[in-house]
């Protein structure tokens, strides 16, 4: 009798040649991986995205950003110029009439301060008036009326009979500090629609009126006023009004400027017992 291998040995055989199946298929991922890897490595290298900046680019660019500044800055109109434009429509020239066998005539300043034509002035300006006389920018001619008073902080509220066609109110503003740009405008002396420039130079002073009431709180600047000032707003660099011009210190008592306004600040002016509804 012949011995005959098992029916299974030769299949076995055969696949003790063959590489487990197991073992093709991680040949194949790796295979994969390294081609993946190898091609990212290669994109890389062959990106077209934009070079690195050289020295001499970044110092040109810089460079072209100063000059532009610069010549921005340049051309910008100066702050006064600005605070006075944006200013301008809403201030008004207050004239008065004192009663009596000798008529005398007062002249100060007022800004609208909002949509009702609401008219802040320092009271003193109108104080005892038998008549008040009111022009806006445009040359609209009114007659004024006190509609409310604070004596504490010498301000006058006014109404306007006549309103010019476009009641242009100013924009209120606030939050001062020493030594920030302030602008008085008003109509010193008589001459109308006047700028002056200063700084703020005190805060929260207290100072005599002139009826004997103390006021408190004041904004000190040193912007040029004069008589025809008083009434007028205090400006800050962006034509905000920051406070209402009410006196002067001089110790000659000549009423003449001497380096030293005192104005109340817009919200004390506006704020209590007969200040404007804004």
């Known amino acids: 009798m012949v011995d005959q291998e098992p029916p299974s040995a030769l299949p076995e055989r055969e696949r003790a040649d063959r590489p487990p199946r197991r073992r093709v298929w991680r040949w194949v991922v790796g295979v994969g991986i390294v081609a993946v890897l190898l091609g990212l490595l290669f994109w890389d290298r062959s990106s077209s995205g934009p070079k690195p900046l050289s020295r001499a680019e970044v110092d040109s660019i810089a460079q072209a950003a100063v000059t532009k500044g610069i010549d921005d800055a340049k051309a910008a109109p100066p702050a006064a110029t600005t605070a006075f434009q944006t200013i301008q429509p809403s201030v008004v020239l207050i004239s008065t009439e004192q009663g009596g066998d000798a008529k005398t005539e007062g002249v100060g300043a007022g800004v609208v301060v909002n949509d009702k034509g609401d008219i802040l002035t320092a009271r003193h300006v109108v104080a005892g008036a038998t008549a008040i006389h009111i022009t806006f920018l445009d040359g609209t001619k009114a007659n004024g009326t006190v509609v409310s008073e604070q004596p504490e902080n010498d301000i006058a509220v006014l109404s306007a009979d006549q309103s010019p066609e476009a009641l242009v109110p100013a924009v209120l503003g606030g939050g001062l500090q020493i030594g920030d740009d302030v602008f008085a405008v008003g109509h010193p002396l008589g001459l109308a629609d006047s ?14 009126g002139s009826d004997g009431t103390t006021m408190k709180g004041l904004i000190q600047f040193d ?3 004069n008589p025809g000032s008083s009434g007028g707003p205090l400006l800050n660099k962006a034509g905000q009004v920051v406070g209402i011009v009410t006196s002067l210190a001089n110790p000659s008592q000549q009423g003449f400027f001497i380096g030293i306004g005192f104005a109340v600040p ?9 200040g404007p509804n804004l």
Do not use: D, K, M, Q
């Open 195 to 208: 700028l002056s420039a200063g700084v703020v130079s005190g805060l929260n002073r207290t100072v005599p």
């Open 266 to 274: 817009i919200g004390a002016a506006t704020g209590g017992a007969g």
């Open 223 to 225: 912007a040029a006023v």
